[in-house]
């Protein structure tokens, strides 16, 4: 395996996943107003290559 390459496209894959994520959770919590006090959050990574891959994160956000 080509570590300098690998390292490469995971940090592109994990840029990918950031942005498109926190574009997803401002809009949600933008046209949210007057819901929740808090956003509740719960990332998942897996992968059909890797069964053993199963990584959770879970996360509240204030909205006040």
Not at 34 to 40: A, E, Q, Y
Not at 49 to 59: E, I, K, M, R
Request: aromatic fraction near 4%; hydrophobic fraction near 40%.
């Amino acid at each position: 395996m080509d570590e300098d390459r690998f390292n490469m496209e995971l940090r592109k894959f994990l840029k990918q996943v950031g942005v498109t994520s926190q574009r997803e959770i401002e809009r949600v919590a933008r046209d949210g107003v007057g819901g929740p006090k808090v956003l509740r959050l719960t990332m998942t990574l897996t992968s059909p290559d890797a069964p053993g891959l199963h990584h959770t994160v879970d996360a509240a956000i204030p909205l006040d």
